[in-house]
């Protein structure tokens, strides 16, 4: 009778899914810091695996689909979904931004104030002097 050696199939198959899962991982790692969409086509032609077994893990499909999604709202941004700024923080520094325009929209009307009064007073001086001129020719 032959000895049992399941054991030593079961293991080899446990440590190739293992590593099959490392490199799905990795993919999808290196698509997203890389700025590229990630799509399950994509993870599985670098992972060097099946849409199929992709498909069939789902933490892996999950993930998939977080960043495809995260991209399609971004698909300008290279940066990696992480790194990217929550809507929360962007409406934050819109309206920030919103604030320093009115501000500035504000001193804007000053200073056009200060300078309309200023023109107005030069005009003003000038037309002086001309009719002081005028006087001293005539006399």
Known sequence: MRADNS???VNAAR???????AKAVQ????????G???TFEGVAKQAGVSRSWLDGQPDLRAEVERLRAAHRRAPSSTLPVRQRASDA???RRL???????QQLAEENRGLRDQLARALGEQRADRITRIERREDDEYR
């Open 36 to 38: 590229e969409p990630v």
């Open 7 to 9: 054991q030593h199939i």
């Open 89 to 91: 923080s962007l409406l």
């Open 95 to 101: 309206e920030a931004a919103n604030a320093r325009f």
């Open 27 to 34: 993919a999808l790692r290196s698509l997203d810091a890389a």
């Open 15 to 21: 440590r190739r899914s293992q590593y099959t899962r």
